[in-house]
């Protein structure tokens, strides 16, 4: 996909994935990391689609299971 082709609609996944991106150089820096807990899953989705999920000082976390 050209970047000109791109919808706001598109953009605002983006802009999210280009944030978590530098917040985790940033936090790697520190020898922190992210932690994604609870994720909408079009969220997780466009995480893992983006190969985020796979970067050093990034976890993405399923929600804790809800006790009945």
């Known amino acids: 996909t050209e970047i000109y082709t791109l919808s706001l609609h598109d953009a605002l996944p ?4 280009v944030d978590l991106a530098m917040l ?25 689609r983006a190969g985020l999920h796979r970067l050093a000082g990034v976890r993405v976390e399923s929600p804790a299971p809800a006790f009945a």
């Open 24 to 48: 985790a150089r940033r936090m790697r820096r520190k020898g922190r990391a992210v932690r994604l807990r609870g994720a909408q899953p079009h969220i997780r989705w466009q995480i893992e």
């Open 14 to 17: 983006i802009s999210l994935m």
